[in-house]
């Protein structure tokens, strides 16, 4: 399984950014997908996910209401939106998966290389 994250970049406090998760290996479909991130210093937090269906979305508090995530199955890639972005947003965004199919709770056992956000004030 490879997971490979694009689009992050500089950007201006307010601003938007649209991160990519591309997925190869396996079945896109039958798997959760979540987006985490590090800031410099910290430990790796959580900030949103999606079930294999795309049914469902979960999100921080720190984000909701300003990143939503989704899927696109037929092109085997997972986006996180982020509207308002603020300097404390700033961190290395990596995407994650589980190893196995249609799970309810997502273990994630997969990672890709990440993608570097940064957001000046």
């Known amino acids: 399984v490879q997971l490979v994250e694009s689009g992050g970049g500089l950007v201006q406090a307010g601003g938007s950014l649209r991160l990519s998760c591309a997925a190869s290996g396996r079945t896109f479909s039958s798997y959760c997908m979540g987006w985490f991130r590090q800031a410099p210093g910290k430990e790796r937090e959580f900030v949103a996910a999606?079930?294999?269906?795309?049914?469902?979305?979960y999100y921080a508090d720190s984000v909701k209401g300003r990143f939503t995530i989704s899927r696109d199955n037929a092109q085997n890639t997972v986006y996180l939106q982020m509207n308002s972005l603020e300097p404390e947003d700033t961190a290395v965004y990596y995407c994650a998966t589980a190893s196995r199919p249609r799970t309810v709770v997502c273990n994630y056992d997969y990672w890709g290389q990440g993608t570097q956000v940064t957001v000046s004030s």
């Open positions: 999606i079930n294999w269906s795309g049914g469902s979305t």
